[in-house]
Structures are given as C-alpha cells and as structure tokens.
C-alpha cells in the first residue's frame, strides 16, 4: 500500500487547535503504523497511555453492522474519528488539500474512535468492500501527546462517559504534568480537580497498598483498565472513600511527608486484618468494609497522634480496647464472624455503615487504652 495519501480537507481553527476536517478510506486506516491507540496499562508504573480497554462486543457490533449494509448500502457511520499528532501535516490551500506522509507524521494517535477504527479493521477482513467505505475524520496537528490526553479528557467527560478509574489515572498525570508541561486550556470543573491533585494523592494511597508486600490489600485491587476480575473492589470506590474521609483537613496524618502517611494508613490496615481476620470468604475487602474504615479513620488517627506513636501493635490494641467498648445492635463489629460473607456486614446499607461508625467513635472516646512502655 501507498504511505502516501492525498485528501480533500477542510482547515479548522479551535484557539490555539489546529484540525484538518477530512475523509479517509478503511484501506488508508490499515496502511501499516498509520495509527496507535495509547491504551492505559495498569501494571506499568511508568505507562503514558490514557485509552480505556477496547470493549471487542462492542466492536463486533459495529462490524456486523457495516458487513451487513454492503448488500443493501444503507450502512453509515457520520460521527467523526478524532486522531492527532505531534508533527505538522502538509495543506494546500490552492485546491484545499493535505498530504500525509506516514512515514514522517506516523502513527496518528487514535484520540476518540478506537471502536469505531477497529470494528471497520475487524469488518474489512469479513467483506473487502469495507475497504472504500469512506470515514469522516479530524486530524489535530501539532498536539503533544499530553495535550492529546487532555482532549481526550474533555471528550469522554463532555460529551459522554468515560470509566471512572481511567478519569482518575488521567487527572492524577495531569497533576504531576501542571509545572513542568504546557497543558492546554481545560473545562474549570476538570481544571479545579488537576490544581486540587487529590486523585494524584488518594491513587498514590491506593497504589501503595495494592503492591506492597507487607500490605492486606496485596493485589486485592481492581486498578482503571485491569482485565483481571480478581480484586474484590475496584480503583474507583477506593480512591473516592480516601478522598472524601482520610484527605481532609482535620486528618493529622496528612501533615506528614507522602511516604509516611501511606505507612501509617498501611499498618492502620494491618492492625485491622490482624484482629478481623483476612481469610476469605471475608467481606472486609469489599466496599463496606473500606467505606467503614476509611470513614473511622480520622477520628481514630485524632485520637492516637498524642501517644506519638503509629506502629501496628500500639494500633491494634486500641483498636480492640474500641470494638469491646461497641455496643447495642453492632457490638459483634470487632469480630470475624460479623465480617464472614453472608454475615452482617454483606447487607449493610449506607445508613448502617453511618451508625456503625458513630457507635465506633463512642467507644473510641470511651477507651483509656495507653501503650505498653518499653523499659
């Protein structure tokens, strides 16, 4: 095949965006390193993608669409594929032309449209006559690659839903990039949540507990793109807890260094598990047990800063001297059998999780719990 193709395109300027508006045929879409798909990879720490995971049903579906519209040629597709790149495209203004050579501009960067792309690859290989069916097509040219993941941002969360885990991986990179990358100009609500960097810091928490060796919550994770259904709760409900119960301001552990804060959080972990149990069918690592804990947190970090101490020993007894201050209808918290799964706290709504809590910090506040002193 040709690694040259010449378009017809209409030139499109957004601001500072630079956009080609274009039609390419399916045979130009298969023309080898014509384009890549920057997929977020869940198991590399130093991964630049920010594509959620191709939904393959998805494509079929589309696929069994286009095949099926060649005999009667009523099948269309007028939604545009947005893909970009980080180099210049040459345009003719005389005839309203572009030239691609995909040897120098290649691979485009499939921004929005990666279903689409794939499932008229996948209806290609079915039907040959899927390669002249014409694509509408936008090519952003001269777009960094992190301003190519912000557009995709904007897209996914503007005009339709993106999963929720991906969002938060994106707006963690976003805050890392905000003073050393130029990022382009965003929505204020997304703007307000890079400048805010919580998903940076609630992912770096939930990070740090799903690798460490040491931690209960070893790969029990379900982290933004992992295909593994072996978590038993995901990314997303992890990080939203922490951000709304363990980041605020009257949290006494976030005054210390990053480092410090995830070890405490750790061992706080780890002095529940040692008294709850970690084996399974255990419900602890589900939602409720996180959404509890998380929300127990701060008053139990209030209360065992003055002892200066937050090792997992000194956590734990006070943790026990708490559940046997629990009463009424909770009183079983601090016991395995209440987390076993069909016990209690499978069917705990929100309104219980709060009562629970409240119960918690009672007894809390009713301990006179003190640490052994070395001598």
């Not at 079983?332 to 799964?341: A, L």
Request: glycine share 4%; with cysteine; net charge negative.
């Amino acid at each position: 095949m040709s690694k040259k193709i010449v378009r017809p395109a209409a030139l499109v300027k957004q601001g500072q965006l630079t956009l080609y508006s274009t039609s390419l045929k399916v045979s130009d879409l298969l023309i080898s390193n014509f384009y890549s798909v920057e997929t977020l990879d869940p198991d590399d720490d130093n991964d630049k993608g920010y594509q959620r995971l191709l939904n393959k049903a998805r494509a079929k579906r589309l696929t069994d669409y286009i095949v099926e519209g060649q005999e009667t040629k009523d099948a269309f597709l007028p939604t545009s594929i947005f893909m970009a790149t980080h180099k210049n495209i040459d345009f003719n203004p005389t005839n309203n032309t572009i030239e691609i050579d995909i040897d120098t501009v290649g691979p485009f960067s499939v921004v929005d449209g990666q279903h689409r792309v794939e499932g008229l690859k996948m209806a290609a290989e079915k039907d040959t006559r899927v390669l002249d069916f014409d694509v509408p097509v936008n090519i952003a040219i001269n777009l960094p690659k992190i301003a190519q993941m912000c557009h995709f941002l904007i897209v996914n969360t503007t005009q339709k839903s993106v999963e929720k885990g991906v969002e938060q991986r994106i707006y963690q990179r976003l805050t890392q990039a905000l003073e050393i990358e130029d990022i382009p100009n965003l929505p204020k609500w997304i703007s307000k949540t890079i400048e805010k960097g919580e998903d940076d810091l609630a992912l770096k928490y939930v990070d740090f507990l799903n690798s460490d060796p040491d931690s209960p919550w070893l790969n029990k994770i379900k982290m933004a793109n992992q295909e593994s259904n072996d978590g038993s709760i995901n990314q997303q409900s992890f990080v939203k807890s922490i951000k709304k119960y363990v980041l605020v301001a009257n949290n006494p552990i976030t005054i210390q260094t990053s480092n410090k804060q995830h070890k405490i959080f750790l061992n706080y972990w780890k002095a529940i598990t040692n008294i709850l149990g970690t084996e399974e069918p255990t419900v602890l690592f589900k939602y409720n047990g996180v959404e509890l804990f998380c929300k127990f947190a701060v008053p139990f970090f209030n209360k065992i800063i003055n002892m200066s101490d937050f090792k997992v020993s000194t956590m734990q007894g006070l943790l026990e001297k708490t559940f046997e201050e629990v009463d009424g209808d909770y009183a079983g918290v601090g016991h395995t059998d209440f987390w076993i799964k069909g016990g209690t706290a499978s069917f705990l709504n929100s309104g219980a999780l709060n009562v629970i809590n409240s119960e918690l910090v009672k007894a809390l506040h009713k301990t006179n719990f003190q640490k052994d002193i070395e001598i």
